[in-house]
């Protein structure tokens, strides 16, 4: 074997290490929308076009609807929505590049969990990832957690 094939493809397995070790799945909490406790919050409050469209509130452990109507919660449909507070960010913007460029002024929807608030955007231009706003980041998630703040009340209730 001449020796130019085996540097290749030596140079090729490093090559392939290399994509493999950048494409495996971590779990850094830096690679997460927000560092929030999910099991400490107590508020979830859900807007769209400045309107309050549904609030959850948990007394002893139990989640309860308040917003649009009182009514008991089931806890896996909250916790749905408590997901979006550990969403994977793919890709953060500094805040100050303007939100308006993002569709984020004003917002599509926004959720807060207690007294964060967590705005969503626009679509980028892959159609697959949503931008929001945590705080002073900007980043691209998922357009399933925006897909949870369309949900009706009736989902979260189990009616």
């Not at 919050?41 to 452990?61: F, K, T, V």
């Not at 399933?144 to 009616?159: C, E, I, R």
């Amino acid at each position: 074997m001449n020796p130019w094939w085996r540097l290749n493809g030596v140079l090729a397995l490093c090559a392939i290490l290399l994509l493999t070790l950048d494409l495996w799945p971590r779990d850094d909490p830096a690679d997460r929308l927000t560092t929030l406790s999910l099991p400490d919050i107590e508020r979830i409050r859900i807007e769209r076009g400045d309107r309050l469209q549904l609030a959850l509130e948990r007394h002893d452990g139990q989640w309860r609807l308040t917003h649009p109507r009182q009514a008991p919660a089931q806890q896996n449909r909250v916790e749905q929505l408590l997901a979006i507070g550990k969403a994977p960010v793919r890709r953060r913007f500094p805040a100050g590049t303007g939100p308006a460029d993002y569709g984020l002024a004003p917002p599509t929807a926004i959720v807060q969990f207690d007294g964060l608030r967590i705005a969503f955007g626009d679509r980028d231009p892959s159609q697959e990832r949503r931008y929001v706003q945590a705080g002073d980041v900007i980043g691209l998630v998922d357009g399933v957690y925006f897909n949870l703040l369309t949900l009706p009340t009736s989902h979260f209730t189990g009616d």
